[in-house]
T-cell receptor, first 115, second 108 residues
Framework: EPEVTQTPSHQVTQMGQEVILRCVPI?????FYWYRQILGQKVEFLVS????????KSEIFDDQFSVERPDGSNFTLKIRSTKLEDSAMYFC?????????????FGSGTQLSVL | EDQVTQSPEALRLQEGESSSLNCSYT??????LFWYRQDPGKGPEFLFT???AGEEKEKERLKATLTKKESFLHITAPKPEDSATYLC?????????FGQGTILTVHP
């Protein structure tokens, strides 16, 4: 069964450093998303992306965050200058539709720890 | 703003002991509801989509139902492998609003 893959599974960084989280969505999907889950809290929407543009973003997704589809298979989330409060599990997701009741397929996540 | 609340926060069952998880929601207009399963350290895994009030979906020991205000996930004769966090979410296109989840533990 096709799946969303994320690398790395764990990332440890120092506060103020830049990190890039990588995702390979399901191959025929065109809509891509990042969510995050702080330990013990809800899964939260960060951003949705379609046709090389951000479709929607949450208040969490400030100027420190950016997303990119650098080639035909990868989708990345960059955090420019990490803060302690960025420590969380980050999930990439993809879907084959952007309207209606959209079913998302999630990756296994990248656990980001900011020290 | 869409809101989703799940109860209980945690549920411990003996193997074979059936029970139900609740998901109540407040949305501007119901566009469907999802149930996901999440294992520790993993991403949410899709279980069900419910599109309208009155709809029911079943998969193995799980049955999801939907009313105009809430959804239930019924677990019949659970096994230890059903232990996981169960999440419900309401969609606004690709943006999902999740509940905080119910941590289910099934003891042998």
């Amino acid at each position: 069964e096709p799946e969303v893959t994320q690398t790395p599974s764990h990332q440890v960084t120092q506060m103020g450093q830049e990190v890039i989280l990588r995702c390979v969505p399901i191959s025929n999907h065109l809509y891509f998303y990042w969510y995050r889950q702080i330990l013990g809290q809800k899964v939260e929407f960060l951003v949705s992306f379609y046709n090389n543009e951000i479709s929607e973003k949450s208040e969490i997704f400030d100027d420190q965050f950016s997303v990119e589809r650098p080639d035909g298979s990868n989708f990345t989330l960059k955090i420019r200058s990490t803060k302690l409060e960025d420590s969380a599990m980050y999930f990439c997701a993809s879907s084959d539709a952007g309207t209606g009741v959209v079913k998302l397929f999630f990756g296994s996540g990248t656990q980001l720890s900011v020290l | 703003e869409d809101q989703v609340t799940q109860s209980p926060e945690a549920l411990r069952l003996q193997e074979g002991e059936s029970s139900s998880l609740n998901c109540s929601y407040t949305v501007s207009g119901l566009r469907g509801l999802f149930w996901y399963r999440q294992d520790p350290g993993k991403g949410p895994e899709f279980l069900f989509t419910l599109y309208s009030a009155g709809e029911e979906k079943e998969k193995e020991r799980l049955k999801a139902t939907l009313t105009k205000k809430e959804s239930f996930l019924h677990i019949t004769a659970p096994k230890p492998e059903d232990s996981a966090t169960y999440l419900c979410a309401v969609p606004s296109y690709g943006k999902l609003t999740f509940g905080q989840g119910t941590i289910l533990t099934v003891h042998p």
